[in-house]
């Protein structure tokens, strides 16, 4: 149903509250904020036995039966009888709004500040983006969702999604931190949900590109989308190009029992990115759809690495210098195919899908290194390391819901099969270990979950989902394979107390599991130089987190916060040294367990037409204890973190805007490792030409080029180090849009969880 709210003299009423009720019991059912020109748009059950309440600041609460479906409707408010003299009345939007088990921000206010998806997010409460990358507050992943379906697409093609998208088209977000029992309990992630319009009969284009300047380097960013819905079809397409350079700096010092060492490492990176990703879908009824999508993504990151490392004897005076240089050429490429069928009834449903996956990761090295001994005499030393992994593999999925009783239950399964032939090979052979392995994962789960409204005030949901894996790393024939199998069971529960309109308390329990990945578990050697070397750990057991959190809503612009979580076998990089051979060997342990008790803060301002604020503040205490001799035994540590978005607007007609953004991150330390505070700012201008289709968007980042500063622990080693990751950043973007951009419909049911860690 499409709506407008207007005033006894037809003006339009911005921001509105709408809410669709059910009766007789007058339940929630639907809702949402009308637009600053006062329209809406909001679905309407099969049943007409609602009743529609549209309320705002300075009117009289209005209550509407509905009898018909009317395609548009003009609702009319009377002002509130209490008129005070001498007092202005303004209506003010309500950006944030808790559901059972997620927050809704409403981002049309927004949009006039933003490029793209991606710039959008960063001026959303809740959401970070630090080097064009968002993530929420709290975790280390993130999953793009659109319309309830998650995006079958990896992190680097998820972005490029995001900045494809056409910002007219995204209607609302959700911020999902912790996942219900539905959604995979792999890693420590959150979901973005972006909710698109539902326009029918549509075409839309979208094209941009985004030049880069960093560390005297350019990145160009090229990027087009398409969608076309006609009648009962609905196809969306996207690709994306990106070739650039850029480049960054690491200074270690290591101190040893009979030497030091100082290291000083440049790297400059050659990024060349394809990506392309099409779906199509297409409904026989209102009850029936099918339909699909196809990925693909190549890439090739070209390093060209110089270091040189200085070691001097404690004991005997002679130093030595070996200066390296090291050319990787690392290609990626990676297909995706996903099918589904879905079937939905007034009561009832059910979802099936399918998936296939092939990645094949290429990794060649090759070292130059000379050793200079106190000037007197110096050796050559020259290698070449080529290694591969080819993952591919199969899911399924079935969904099913069914409503029975006011209640709403929602119970399925998923098996994921995967192989992956690995090989590592050196010139001339310079390790003993395993150069070739197989690794095989089976994942069987299997989740519940129910909702329901306990009354108008109170919502709960709450369900668990078992996970079974069985992984196998076979070493070669005659050594056989190492099995480890292990079964997690993982409930949750969300609990929602409306307290009145402006108050909202929700009470939160989740269990998550975080699997190692191919990197932590293989077996090989991989140098980075000839006296540091990594290898993997194939015993490794998964991180397991249980998290409890209490959140307050007031007024939907601000939302207080407090959790606490604890997280069993938590993996860490542990460095040892052999006295005899001088190598430092870099290895995966399940090295602490941490209980965490944290605290955050959002504040959203839009009391001023000209501006809009984001304040975020995230703290924490963390009690850290080892589970592995070679770290501190125990630590403990607070951490904060505060950040700041503003958004000015520079004229009347919105055309020009300009922002500003800070953020400040405490220091952290743990039982291995120590992180100084540091800082940084950016800030833009942005002009929107051309009735709006036209954006050009000039930003500069990184204005006090952070630095990674701290020390690492590992078997009475102590490493001091200071990198240099995030130069200053001058960005210029033009986006040009054509038409109205349709929703993706397609289900995509991806296999993330697999594919991040192989």
């Not at 030049?211 to 005297?216: D, I, Q, R």
């Not at 032939?421 to 392995?437: E, F, G, L, M």
Request: hydrophobic share 35%; charged share 20%.
């Amino acid at each position: 149903m499409v709506g407008k709210i207007v005033d006894g003299k037809n003006c339009p009423v911005s921001y509105a509250n709408v809410q669709l009720l059910s009766m007789p019991d007058s339940s929630f059912v639907e809702g949402c904020v009308a637009k600053e020109d006062g329209t809406f748009d909001i679905l309407l059950p099969d049943s007409l036995n609602s009743l529609l309440k549209i309320s705002s600041v300075g009117y009289q609460d209005l209550y509407v039966r509905l009898s018909t479906k009317q395609p548009v409707t003009t609702f009319v408010m009377k002002e509130d009888a209490y008129n005070l003299s001498g007092v202005t009345v303004t209506a003010r939007r309500r950006i944030v709004k808790s559901l059972v088990d997620r927050y809704q921000i409403d981002v049309n206010g927004l949009k006039d500040y933003s490029f793209d998806m991606i710039d959008l997010l960063s001026k959303a409460p809740g959401v970070i983006v630090v080097d064009g990358v968002p993530s929420i507050w709290g975790k280390s992943g993130i999953q793009v969702m659109v319309n309830n379906h998650i995006l079958k697409m990896d992190a680097s093609q998820a972005l490029a999604y995001l900045k494809s998208l056409d910002l007219n088209s995204v209607d609302k977000v959700e911020i999902i931190q912790n996942p219900p029992a539905k959604y995979e309990a792999e890693g420590n992630y959150g979901i973005i949900h972006i909710i698109t319009k539902r326009d029918q009969g549509s075409l839309g284009l979208r094209l941009a590109d985004e030049l880069s300047y960093a560390s005297t380097y350019l990145t160009n960013s090229t990027n087009f989308s398409m969608s076309i819905e006609k009648g009962k079809l609905g196809v969306y397409a996207m690709g994306s190009y990106q070739k650039g350079k850029d480049r960054w700096y690491e200074h270690n010092s290591q101190g040893y029992k009979s030497f030091s060492r100082i290291s000083d490492l440049e790297q400059v990176n050659h990024p060349q990115d394809n990506n392309l990703y099409a779906s199509a879908d297409y409904s026989l009824s209102k009850q029936i759809n099918f339909g699909g999508n196809l990925s693909w993504y190549k890439s090739r990151m070209k390093r060209n690495s110089s270091s040189e490392i200085l070691t001097k004897e404690l004991n005997s005076g002679q130093d030595s210098v070996i200066t390296s240089t090291l050319d990787r050429d690392m290609p990626l490429t990676k297909r995706d195919a996903t099918f589904y069928f879905s079937y939905q009834a007034k009561n009832a449903g059910a979802e099936f899908s399918g998936s296939y996956f092939d990645y094949d990761n290429q990794q060649n090295s090759l070292y130059h290194s000379w050793l200079n001994v106190e000037s007197k005499n110096q050796s050559y030393i020259d290698f070449q390391n080529d290694n591969s992994n080819h993952l591919k593999g199969f899911s399924g999925m079935a969904d099913f819901n069914l409503t029975l009783l006011k209640t709403d239950f929602t119970f399925g399964g998923k098996w994921t099969t995967s192989k992956t032939p690995t090989k590592a090979y050196y010139t001339p052979v310079i390790t003993d270990y395993a150069n070739s392995s197989t690794y095989k994962e089976n994942i069987y789960a299997f989740y519940v979950q129910a909702m329901r409204n306990l009354g108008k005030k109170v919502s709960v949901k709450i369900g668990g989902r078992y996970e079974k894996t069985s992984m196998k790393t076979i070493l070669d024939v005659e050594a056989g394979g190492i099995d480890r199998k292990y079964e997690n069971w993982l409930p949750n529960m969300f609990l929602t107390y409306d307290i009145n309109d402006n108050n909202t308390l929700r009470l939160t329990y989740t269990g998550s599991i975080e699997r190692p990945n191919l990197q932590y578990i293989s077996p090989f050697v991989i140098y980075s130089d000839t006296k540091d070397y990594t290898s993997g750990n194939p015993y490794l057991k998964p991180v397991t987190t249980n998290r409890v959190g209490l959140d307050y809503t007031f007024m939907g612009n601000l939302v207080v916060g407090m959790y606490y979580s604890v997280s069993n076998n938590m993996i860490s990089q542990v460095i040892s040294m052999d006295e005899d051979s001088r190598l430092t060997e870099t290895k995966w342990e399940n090295a602490r367990k941490n209980k965490n008790l944290g605290l955050n803060f959002m504040y959203f301002y839009n009391r001023q037409k000209w501006l809009n604020a984001t304040f975020m503040a995230f703290g924490s205490y963390v009690d850290s204890k080892a589970t592995t001799i070679y770290t501190k035994a125990h630590s403990e540590y607070a951490q904060a973190t505060l950040m700041m978005n503003l958004n000015f607007v520079l004229d009347s007609k919105r055309i020009w805007t300009s922002g500003l953004n800070a953020r400040y991150s405490s220091a952290e330390k743990n039982c291995d490792t120590k992180i100084e505070a540091y800082g940084n700012l950016g800030c833009y201008v942005q002009g929107a030409f051309l009735n709006r289709n036209l954006t050009a968007n000039l930003s500069v980042s990184n204005l006090l080029e952070p630095k990674l500063k701290g020390e690492s622990y590992s078997n009475g080693m102590v490493m001091k180090f200071c990198n240099k990751y995030s130069p200053l950043t001058i960005k210029l973007s033009l986006a040009y849009t054509l038409g109205v951009t349709k929703r993706d419909k397609t289900q995509n049911y991806g296999d993330k969880e697999i594919q991040n860690r192989l």
